[in-house]
């Protein structure tokens, strides 16, 4: 029997996380689903640890370590489901997070997607610490490209359900892109219409866990990596549907969403040097982020739980 939806999960060195995760879909109720495991060739034991759990509705393959975005298509050529899921290896399906996407996708065949929220968290999922931190995202009433040319408000892909053939029409994610492939693949995604906005529905816990390998992705205060902002910016589809004084001032969001999302990381890492350096830099370079309230708030929420967790 096809299942109603197939969970993506796309893995390296996840060992540690990787049976929570897969527990959290495990225990969904009502549609049916099918896990694919993707081993981007993890040099521990991120694939022994998912083939122990034992489930018909589980596969695991793998391959050389290619990155996240050619994993996560490999998994995408992989589904057999109308609707699909890309799930990080480390965070975790809240219960009837499944049941809540999956019904309005079949009440509403024309929708490519739809959008639920999501919680932060740190430590595990049967013992998450008291000092989680807690937010539910901004999700857009409409015109869901407008937003995310500017700001990435879907922020962990566990809380959108897509439509699968519209994921692969658009050709999945771009391989070459290793910071933010995800956020330039939903921007394609919302070029075939709006995400479909689940408002009460929150369903992702989101692991606060930044890697190394992560950050140093993100460049540096002093050289930040646009190039997902690049890739987003340069698609010809939005000069058809936008101004070239809107996009100007999109793409002016999205370089201050990326610069003080790296200063946010850097906050949370307790890497105080870098953090006021990032802030040094970003007051000559982008002093007219204190314009835009819908940066600053979330850059001060996200500070203030920081520095003062309980």
């Excluded at 809380?159 to 892109?177: K, M, V, Y």
């Excluded at 950050?215 to 987003?232: C, K, Y």
């Excluded at 910016?233 to 201050?256: G, K, P």
Aim: glycine share 6%; aromatic share 8%; net charge positive.
């Amino acid at each position: 029997m096809t299942p109603d939806v197939t969970i993506v999960i796309a893995a390296f060195d996840a060992e540690a996380t990787i049976r929570e995760a897969l527990e959290s879909v495990l225990l969904q109720e009502g549609p049916s689903f099918e896990i694919i495991v993707v081993d981007d060739g993890s040099r521990d034991g991120t694939e022994e640890e998912a083939r122990r759990l034992r489930d018909p509705r589980l596969m695991v393959t793998r391959t050389m370590n290619r990155g996240v975005g050619r994993a996560r298509n490999t998994g995408l050529w992989l589904a057999r489901a109308q609707l699909v899921l890309f799930l990080d290896a480390d965070d975790l399906l809240l219960p009837g997070a499944l049941k809540a996407m999956v019904r309005p996708m079949k009440a509403d065949p024309e929708r490519v997607a739809c959008l639920a929220g999501y919680r932060k968290f740190r430590g595990s999922f049967r013992e998450p610490r008291a000092a989680a931190l807690e937010r539910l995202q901004r999700i857009p009433e409409r015109d869901t490209l407008r937003e995310l040319i500017g700001k990435n408000v879907v922020v962990n892909g566990g809380t959108l359900c897509i439509r699968t053939r519209a994921a692969r029409e658009i050709g999945g994610f771009d391989p070459e892109l290793r910071l933010g492939e995800d956020w330039e693949f939903w921007c394609r995604l919302a070029e075939r219409g709006d995400f479909l906005p689940l408002r009460n529905t929150v369903a992702l816990l989101y692991r606060q866990a930044p890697t190394g390998a992560q950050m140093r992705l993100r460049g540096t205060a002093d050289e930040p990596n646009f190039a997902a902002v690049e890739a987003i910016h340069r698609r010809a589809e939005l000069r058809r549907r936008f101004s070239e004084e809107e996009l100007r001032a999109r793409r002016r969001l999205a370089e201050l969403d990326t610069y003080w999302s790296a200063a946010r990381n850097e906050l949370f890492r307790k890497n105080w040097r870098g953090f006021a350096r990032y802030v040094a830099r970003g007051a000559v370079r982008y002093p007219d982020s204190l314009l835009h309230w819908r940066l600053v708030k979330p850059f001060i929420s996200g500070a203030t739980r920081t520095l003062f967790p309980h």
